[in-house]
Each structure stands twice: as structure tokens, then as C-alpha cells.
């Protein structure tokens, strides 16, 4: 990624129960709200920096509530808004915005960390709470492995995964956001996200206009293994 492109993101902290960025001007792009959900420390708050500011973030601390980071992506001529919802993994930073996390979401990425059996074990709980929001079945979801770099303590096999995610009838990715060279694929994962939203046209929010946005290349293919 050019040292440019990251200028088109935006990072928001949300930690209590406040007003959410939703009061927005006249829309001008669609926006896709996704959220990322997993255990506390598979690393979803470094895969959503990884694809908003296009590096491995130097350090993170444990997610309170949520952070919004966001980017905007050119996608066969159309403007379009990605919102990444980095949710808090730790229930007691949570618990008060679970109900904001899944109000008009569009997709949802499930993360697990590739090293930790538990993460992967804890995925049913978290399928489980997205039904109990009563999300629509037609909502897309994707499943991801995290670490992949960390190859000598891969603990969740890709096959026992991949049956996972074929009972789930969601796509697996297997990644790293910490590897350089998974660069390209932590951007596939998002923008194979951002191009199923757009042929299905959700529902948008508004978002004012800004001068900066990500040209992107065609769509890419989502790929089952690891790129490490
Ligand atoms: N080796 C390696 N480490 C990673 C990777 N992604 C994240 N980490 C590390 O894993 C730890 C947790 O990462 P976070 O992104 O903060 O995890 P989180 O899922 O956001 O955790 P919560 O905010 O508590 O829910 C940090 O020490 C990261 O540096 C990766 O792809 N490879
Ligand atoms: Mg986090």
C-alpha cells in the first residue's frame, strides 16, 4: 500500500453508552458497517488498524467497548465507506455495548487466533450472540484464523476450521495481521466483504464528503489458506 492511501482513514473510540457517530450530514457514499467479533487477544483490533492505516499496529491494548476505524474504497466507480467495528473480546468491556455492535450491522467477521484452541472453541458462543441480536440470515460472514505467522504453535488445524466454516456456510481466511507479506490478503479478506455488500445494496448510512479515498484493484478471491 502507498504511503498515501492510509490518509483516508478514520479511528473513533466508543466506550460508554453515549451517542454513536450517526448524525451525520446529506449522504454522498454508502457505508458498510461490519463488525469484528472473537475472543480478546486473537487480534481483531490489529487486523482492523492493519486494513485502515496499512500496518501492523506497534502496540495494543485490550479493546474498552469499541473502536470505529474506517476507509474508503473506490469499488467499480462507486465511493464507498468502510466502517470497521473493533469490538472489545473481554465481556466486562462489553457488556454495556453489545446492543450498539449489531444495530444496523451489514456483515459480520469472526476472528480466531490460530495458536489458542479456546478462540477457536469460544466461535459457537459468538455465532450464538449474533443470533440472539436477531441478525438476518442473508447477512454476510466470514470466518478468520489470525497468526498464522506464528507457525510453530499452530493449534487449530486449517481442516477442522474449514468444516467449521462449512457448517456455518461462511468462507475461511486464515491470515496474519502481523506478517508484512499478508499485506494483500488482510485487504481481500475486507474487500471481499465490501464487494458482496454491494451487490446485495444494504441498507446505508449517511457520511459527509471528504477529498481522500483507496482506488482498489478488481475483486479478489477469498482464499482458504494461509499466505505466511
Ligand atoms: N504474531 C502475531 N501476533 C499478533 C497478530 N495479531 C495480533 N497479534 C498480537 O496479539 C495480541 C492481541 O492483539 P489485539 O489486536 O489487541 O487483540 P484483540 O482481539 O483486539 O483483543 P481485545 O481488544 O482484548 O478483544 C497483541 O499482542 C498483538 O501484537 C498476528 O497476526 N501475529
Ligand atoms: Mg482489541
Not at 130 to 141: E, F, G, S
Request: charged share 25%; glycine share 4%.
Amino acid at each position: 500500500m502507498a504511503a498515501g492511501d492510509v490518509e483516508s482513514s478514520l479511528e473513533l473510540s466508543l466506550t460508554g453508552s453515549g451517542a454513536l457517530p450517526g448524525a451525520l450530514p446529506p449522504a454522498r457514499s454508502r457505508i458498510f458497517k461490519i463488525i469484528v467479533i472473537g475472543d480478546s487477544n486473537v487480534g481483531k483490533t490489529c487486523l482492523t488498524y492493519r486494513f485502515c492505516a496499512g500496518r501492523f499496529p506497534q502496540r495494543t491494548e485490550a479493546t474498552i467497548g469499541v473502536d470505529f476505524r474506517e476507509r474508503a474504497v473506490t469499488i467499480d466507480g462507486e465511493r464507498i465507506k468502510i466502517q470497521l467495528w473493533d469490538t472489545a473480546g473481554q465481556e466486562r468491556f462489553r457488556k454495556s455495548m453489545v446492543q450498539h455492535y449489531y444495530r444496523n450491522v451489514h456483515a459480520v467477521v469472526f476472528v480466531y487466533d490460530m495458536t489458542n484452541m479456546a478462540s477457536f472453541q469460544s466461535l459457537p458462543s459468538w455465532i450464538e450472540e449474533c443470533k440472539q441480536h436477531l441478525l438476518a440470515n442473508d447477512i454476510p460472514r466470514i470466518l478468520v484464523g489470525n497468526k498464522c505467522d506464528l507457525r510453530n504453535a499452530i493449534q487449530v488445524p486449517t481442516d477442522l476450521a474449514q468444516k467449521f466454516a462449512d457448517t456455518h456456510s461462511m468462507p475461511l481466511f486464515e491470515t496474519s495481521a502481523k506478517n508484512p507479506n499478508d499485506n494483500d490478503h488482510v485487504e481481500a479478506i475486507f474487500m471481499t466483504l465490501a464487494h458482496k455488500l454491494k451487490s446485495h445494496k444494504p441498507l446505508m448510512l449517511s457520511q459527509p464528503p471528504d477529498h481522500d479515498e483507496i482506488h482498489i484493484k478488481p475483486e479478489p478471491k477469498p482464499i482458504t489458506s494461509c499466505w505466511c
